[in-house]
């Protein structure tokens, strides 16, 4: 069983960085891979970043979003620069035992949520 916190969410102006922590439980998460995935009002959930064996990004957020983590901590990051107003959502991570990384929303675990705004 493995428990997801995330934290690091707020309101920020465009063009500003967040830096959202999801922190595991568990003591083998560095054999997990995570996603980060967000869901704006109205709208599905929608992949963001994954990491794992290698990682990988959406379309709208590459160059943009940076994931990494730190297995020593148990956490994984989403460092966010640039942020624009349509990166508005709840962000929620997910993960899933093996590190072979997927961009659909089929990970075994799942955190709560953090709110991220961004103002205009």
């Known amino acids: 069983q493995v428990q997801l916190v995330e934290s690091g969410g707020g309101l920020v102006q465009a063009g500003g960085s967040l830096r959202l922590s999801c922190a595991a439980s568990?003591?083998?998460?560095?054999?997990?891979?995570v996603g980060w995935f967000r869901q704006a009002p109205g709208k599905e959930r929608e992949f963001v970043a994954a990491i794992g064996f290698n990682t990988d990004y959406a379309d709208s957020v590459k160059g943009r979003f940076t994931i990494s983590r730190d297995n020593a901590k148990n956490t994984v990051y989403l460092q966010m620069n640039s942020l624009k107003p349509e990166d508005t959502a709840v962000y929620y991570c997910?993960?899933?035992?093996?590190?072979?990384?997927?961009?659909?929303?089929?990970?075994?675990?799942w955190g709560q949520g953090t709110q991220v705004t961004v103002s205009s």
């Open positions: 997910a993960a899933k035992f093996g590190r072979t990384i997927v961009v659909t929303t089929r990970y075994n675990y």
């Open positions: 568990g003591r083998t998460f560095n054999e997990y891979a």
